[in-house]
């Protein structure tokens, strides 16, 4: 005798082997999970889609972030962590998309012990995959989140770093990221009362983390940060 329900069992698991196996990559390698019409029974895999693309991430950092000026933080952290993603065989989406993000909650959250472990949680319960919703965490020294990839370190490294070279290119007459480079980076690190909400300790322990020189690190973050210069508002003003 044929046990009906064992053998409907048997087909719902076939079939779900077999349409899950065609569902696009998403970021980080996971499937996307969605209602296949092939499927002929139901429910054959039901799960919200997962967001997975650069166009999402821009979507939540303007839900949650007005300020010019830290959205245009959240674009240059972007640039510098697609930068590097090659040198790592990284995914310049998925490093971008972190770096877009890292700061998403920052106008909601802006206490220590709240930032970045609210911005996480947030990320984690709308469904953004780890590899992120981690990344984001990790940047936080006080989240205990220990960063052990490549892409945790870089962002960590990169944090900061672009912010001061935003602030060393702001104070140059053209105002251009272009004229910037890594003496008068240096220079300024010894002016205290330079951009004193930069935490430079970061930028040098970020460097170390990652196993990098600091003049080398520098200039990968100005190299990226010219890149999209128009974006950060560093193209320089037009002469008189």
Not at 7 to 13: E, F, G, K, N, Y
Not at 21 to 38: F, I, Q, T
Not at 49 to 60: F, K
Not at 64 to 78: A, C, I, Y
Request: glycine share 8%.
């Amino acid at each position: 005798m044929i046990n009906n329900a064992s053998t409907i069992s048997s087909q719902w698991w076939r079939c779900l082997a077999k349409e899950t196996s065609l569902l696009p990559m998403s970021v980080g390698g996971r499937r996307k999970a969605v209602n296949s019409p092939k499927c002929l029974f139901r429910p054959c895999y039901t799960r919200p889609p997962m967001p997975s693309n650069r166009a999402e991430a821009w979507a939540t950092l303007n839900e949650f972030t007005k300020s010019p000026h830290l959205v245009r933080h959240g674009l240059g952290v972007e640039s510098a962590m697609r930068f590097y993603a090659p040198k790592y065989g990284g995914d310049p989406e998925v490093w971008g998309i972190t770096g877009l993000l890292h700061d998403f909650d920052y106008e909601r959250f802006p206490e220590v012990g709240e930032h970045a472990i609210k911005g996480a949680e947030m990320l984690k319960e709308r469904g953004w995959p780890e590899e992120i919703w981690y990344g984001v965490l990790s940047h936080a020294d006080y989240a205990n989140a220990p960063r052990t990839t490549p892409m945790q370190k870089v962002l960590y490294a990169v944090d900061e770093l672009v912010g001061f070279v935003a602030a060393v290119a702001l104070v140059r007459p053209s105002k251009a990221v272009a004229d910037v480079d890594v003496q008068s980076v240096k220079k300024k690190f010894k002016d205290k009362a330079f951009a004193r909400g930069v935490h430079r300790e970061q930028i040098f322990t970020g460097a170390e983390q990652l196993g990098v020189e600091l003049d080398p690190h520098i200039q990968m973050v100005i190299d990226a940060m010219k890149g999209n210069a128009a974006a950060l508002g560093l193209a320089g003003t037009p002469s008189p």
